[in-house]
């Protein structure tokens, strides 16, 4: 597939004043937990490169809502050029990834005896591969800087499986593998690279579930709700920020109680 063009063929001048020189790249960022990942590092004063894949309306929603801080360029990550793309704008544009939030993922279910290969495929190319690509790119530029933060957002799936979702827990599973390889390999040149892992968060993702579901879920976790996109931001932020510098290669859950270890 062709590389996309950006959203927006303009000059960018990140303006952030708290951290002017600093970039955070979200993949998926402009919904969803992405967004609510977007705006809390855009609130906390960093420059934003929000990808976004199909959701172009919410992209320019984004861009007027937040004028002159968040970039959002069109980019499906499991497409290696056009991760390629999106990385040669930002380095030609801002010249440095500081922060990259691997949050774009899917779920195609299926039980497993059913599962089409197709099914399989896709979600670990989008899930694991996208995760790979963008990570790869990334980790040269935060490697010159002797600085960087990778946040990969896994899931409770990736830790305990769930009925349905072996494609989807091989590849939250896979990011937690990639998460410390590159947090060793990297923790003396000032990167650090955690997993965040959701439980349930209300998101569309969430809301495709049948009700019924839902209703069951709703009933094993502890708090007895789900939780919010915004929850999962303010873990994010901690994540990326400088007090958290002592902190790699860990996995951090947000899920209410649901899982314990
Ligand atoms: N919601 C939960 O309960 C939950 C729990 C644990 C983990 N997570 C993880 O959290 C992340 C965000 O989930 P969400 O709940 O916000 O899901 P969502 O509302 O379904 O949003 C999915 C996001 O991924 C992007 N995306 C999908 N396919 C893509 C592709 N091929 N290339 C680039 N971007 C792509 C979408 O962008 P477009 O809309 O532009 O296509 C969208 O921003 C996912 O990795 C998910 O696995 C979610």
Request: with cysteine; proline share 3%.
């Amino acid at each position: 597939m062709t590389p996309l063009s950006p959203s927006n063929e303009a000059t960018f001048e990140p303006i952030n004043a708290a951290h002017p020189q600093k970039v955070a790249l979200v993949t998926g960022g402009v919904r969803g937990i992405g967004r609510a990942i977007s705006e809390e590092l855009i609130q906390a004063g960093y420059t934003v490169v929000a990808t976004y894949c199909s959701s172009e309306k919410a992209a320019r929603d984004m861009e007027e809502t937040f004028p002159g801080k968040v970039r959002t360029v069109r980019a499906d990550v499991s497409e290696q050029e056009q991760v390629d793309f999106l990385f040669d704008t930002i380095e030609k544009e801002f010249g440095r990834v500081d922060i990259l939030i691997n949050n774009a993922g899917i779920t195609q279910d299926r039980s497993f005896h059913k599962m089409k290969n197709a099914d399989w495929h896709r979600v670990l190319d989008v899930n694991l591969h996208g995760t790979f690509y963008c990570c790869n790119r990334a980790i040269n530029l935060m490697r010159d800087h002797n600085f960087g933060r990778i946040v990969n957002i896994s899931s409770i799936v990736g830790q305990k499986g769930n009925f349905g979702q072996a494609n989807y827990a091989a590849s939250k599973a896979g990011m937690l593998g990639l998460t410390k390889t590159l947090a060793l390999e990297n923790a003396v040149k000032g990167i650090t690279v955690n997993a965040v892992c959701p439980g349930f968060i209300e998101t569309d993702m969430v809301e495709a579930i049948p009700d019924e579901v839902k209703v069951k879920i709703q009933n094993e976790i502890p708090m007895r709700r789900f939780g919010q996109a915004g929850e999962v931001a303010k873990a994010v932020r901690f994540l990326v920020s400088t007090d958290s510098a002592y902190i790699t290669g860990q996995e951090l859950n947000i899920n209410g109680g649901l899982l314990t270890h």
